[in-house]
Every structure is written in structure tokens, then in C-alpha cells.
């Protein structure tokens, strides 16, 4: 029996729903971007200045995604030219404000004053187009709004996939994409080993939403560990821990009997 999809994470670490079959993130399956198209995807909002992944801004200016001060509330974010301060921080660098990274990249993480000062200062990430694989080694792409491409790169959450350790209180340890992991809350279904899933945090902890050859539908297949065989698949009629793309290394699934 072959597994031809695997769930990846939501947008967000608080109840966020993860979709089955490799899509990337939304909550629901109309605004969901798969894998195969992100790598196609525009990275420039429909009424943008510019492209995040191009960055085709005049010269000393970077694309971004943020609204004009001048806007009015109501008016949502969009891919802005801006000008980069400074000589722009690279990558991992500390930084104070939005445009104070190099192209391509944005500061994450930095509370300004009252006055405009930095009380905490950011780091520099760069900017990804829906995909992993436009971030680093060891980093996920974290949405940044949903139904649009674009992310920001960030470290993975090396949570524990079998254990269940290595996320705060309330959140579970997901599968993400190309072998990362990620702390969300659990959708509140709780579909059991062997149930119809959407969404892989329907799925109780220590499970994955996963496609099989044959089948249209998710279902929720216990997490084990490939080096330990059967061991670690109580309810699969002696068959051993199954290898499945896009897991971590010794990371696979048991297969229905």
C-alpha cells in the first residue's frame, strides 16, 4: 500500500487547521495552495507594487508586505516598495524595523517605544513564496496571510512527532513540510487511528492525516519509528512502520492491516 499524500500545517500555532494532501496552509480547501502550484505562485498581492520573491523595486528599495501608513484602517496589507534603511541587515541579523533588512528580507520579532525607538529588537528572515523550499535548511514557511502565497522563513519547531514533546501547553507536534515539524492546537475533532480526516490536526497527537494509494480521502495513521519495525504499530496486523515522504528521518507511519 503506498501513502501519495501527507498533511502540512495551518497558518497560525492556535487552532489553525491543517490540510491533507501536501496543501499548504488555509482554512479552506478553495484558498489552499499546493505544493506542486506555490511553486508557480505569485508572490505579489492583487493590488501590490511589486513581487517578495522577484523584489522588482527600484533600486534602494525592497518589496514588503505591510500597509502605507497613509491607508485607511480598513484597507488590508499589500506588496509595497519601500525604501531599505540603512545598508540593510542580512539574514539572522539583528534589526529595528520593518524596511531595515536587505531585499528579500524582513524584520520579525521588534516592539518599538512610544517614541519610535526599539525597546526589543527583531531579526532579520527572509521572505518565502509558499514553500519550504525557498527557506533555509532546518526552517518552515510561515504564512503570512491567508489565500496569498507569500510567508516568512522561520525556524522549524523541532517538536517530537512520536513523543509529543517540545511544544507549549494546549499545542500538539504536526508533520509540516519537506521533514519539518510544527506546534499547533489540535482542531478538536479527535478522529482516532484509522478515521477520515480533513485537516491533520484532526487527528488526536502521536497521528497524521495521510492519502492512500487508492483512496480519496485523509485518514489518521499512528506516527512510529521505521528503525524499530513493528514495534511500534500495535494495530497493523504485524506489519512494520512504513516510510512516508516528507517525514523526518526514522519517522514513518503504520499502515492499516
Known amino acids: 500500500m503506498m501513502i501519495v499524500g501527507c498533511s502540512s500545517p495551518g497558518a497560525s500555532g492556535d487552532g489553525g487547521k491543517l490540510l491533507a494532501?501536501?496543501?499548504?496552509?488555509?482554512?479552506?480547501?478553495?484558498?489552499?495552495?499546493?505544493?506542486?502550484?506555490?511553486?508557480?505562485?505569485?508572490?505579489?498581492?492583487?493590488?501590490?507594487?511589486?513581487?517578495?520573491?522577484?523584489?522588482?523595486?527600484?533600486?534602494?528599495?525592497?518589496?514588503?508586505?505591510?500597509?502605507?501608513?497613509?491607508?485607511?484602517?480598513?484597507?488590508?496589507?499589500?506588496?509595497?516598495?519601500?525604501?531599505?534603511?540603512?545598508?540593510?541587515?542580512?539574514?539572522?541579523?539583528?534589526?529595528?524595523?520593518?524596511?531595515s533588512c536587505d531585499k528579500g528580507l524582513v524584520c520579525v520579532g521588534a516592539?518599538?517605544?512610544?517614541?519610535?525607538?526599539?525597546?526589543?529588537?527583531?531579526?532579520?528572515?527572509?521572505y518565502c513564496c509558499g514553500s519550504v523550499e525557498d527557506c533555509p535548511p532546518g526552517q518552515l514557511c510561515d504564512p503570512i496571510a491567508e489565500g496569498f502565497a507569500g510567508g516568512i522563513?522561520?525556524?522549524?519547531?523541532?517538536?517530537?512527532?512520536?513523543?509529543?514533546?517540545?511544544?507549549?501547553?494546549?499545542?500538539?507536534?504536526?508533520?509540516?513540510?519537506?521533514?519539518?515539524?510544527?506546534?499547533?492546537?489540535p482542531s478538536g475533532r479527535m478522529v482516532g487511528e484509522g478515521?477520515?480526516?480533513?485537516?491533520?490536526?484532526?487527528?488526536?497527537?502521536?497521528?497524521?492525516?495521510?492519502?492512500l494509494e487508492g483512496e480519496g480521502q485523509g485518514r489518521c495513521l499512528r506516527l512510529?519509528?521505521?528503525s524499530e519495525g513493528n514495534r511500534g504499530c500495535p494495530n497493523s496486523n504485524g506489519r512494520p512502520c512504513a516510510s512516508a515522504r516528507g517525514l523526518p528521518n526514522d519517522v514513518g507511519v503504520c499502515l492499516p492491516p
Open 21 to 99: 494532501e501536501e496543501s499548504f496552509f488555509s482554512d479552506t480547501v478553495s484558498d489552499a495552495i499546493s505544493m506542486g502550484d506555490s511553486l508557480r505562485a505569485s508572490c505579489q498581492t492583487r493590488m501590490g507594487q511589486c513581487d517578495l520573491r522577484q523584489q522588482n523595486c527600484m533600486r534602494g528599495k525592497a518589496c514588503v508586505f505591510a500597509r502605507d501608513p497613509s491607508w485607511p484602517p480598513s484597507r488590508s496589507p499589500e506588496t509595497i516598495c519601500v525604501p531599505i534603511v540603512g545598508t540593510g541587515g542580512e539574514e539572522g541579523r539583528p534589526c529595528c524595523h520593518l524596511n
Open 224 to 226: 512510529c519509528r521505521v
Open 111 to 126: 516592539v518599538l517605544d512610544t517614541s519610535g525607538n526599539c525597546s526589543t529588537m527583531g531579526v532579520c528572515r527572509r
Open 195 to 211: 478515521g477520515n480526516c480533513e485537516y491533520a490536526n484532526d487527528c488526536n497527537p502521536g497521528l497524521g492525516c495521510f492519502v
Open 153 to 185: 522563513c522561520r525556524p522549524d519547531d523541532a517538536c517530537n512527532l512520536i513523543e509529543q514533546t517540545g511544544c507549549p501547553p494546549g499545542l500538539a507536534c504536526y508533520p509540516y513540510r519537506a521533514t519539518t515539524t510544527r506546534c499547533i492546537a
